[in-house]
Nanobody
Framework: QAQLVESGGGLVQSGGSLRLTCVGSGFTLSDVIMTWHRQAPGKAREWVATFAPGGATFYTDSVKGRFTASRDDAKNALYLQMDNLHLEDTAVYYC???????WGQGTQVTVSS
């Protein structure tokens, strides 16, 4: 059974960094388009980043230059390195297998001033 499990969220001060991890099972992450999304309190879920099978990455404008997506094929894991975090980055972050629409359970990121 395919599954995605996120981890790495937490509380961090503005300007700090966190690295989120998304581990897949039941399928190979490098075969599919993987995406990161986030949902802030009271707001709709929004797309954050895409990691294509060939390694190309795409980011929403608000995180360009601050967030970096990467993948470890040996671990079947996807990462989101988040630097220079802003208050508005506070949200629950989710990874997704784009083709199958499989979502992880999410991990909370809270940025404090």
């Amino acid at each position: 059974q395919a599954q995605l499990v996120e981890s790495g969220g937490g509380l961090v001060q503005s300007g700090g960094s966190l690295r989120l991890t998304c581990v897949g099972s039941g399928f190979t992450l490098s075969d599919v388009i993987m995406t990161w999304h986030r949902q802030a309190p009271g707001k709709a879920r929004e797309w954050v980043a895409t990691f294509a099978p060939g390694g190309a990455t795409f980011y929403t404008d608000s995180v360009k230059g601050r967030f970096t997506a990467s993948r470890d094929d040996a671990k079947n894991a996807l990462y989101l390195q988040m630097d220079n975090l802003h208050l508005e980055d506070t949200a629950v972050y989710y990874c997704q297998n784009f083709a199958s629409q499989l979502w992880g359970q999410g991990t909370q990121v809270t940025v404090s001033s």
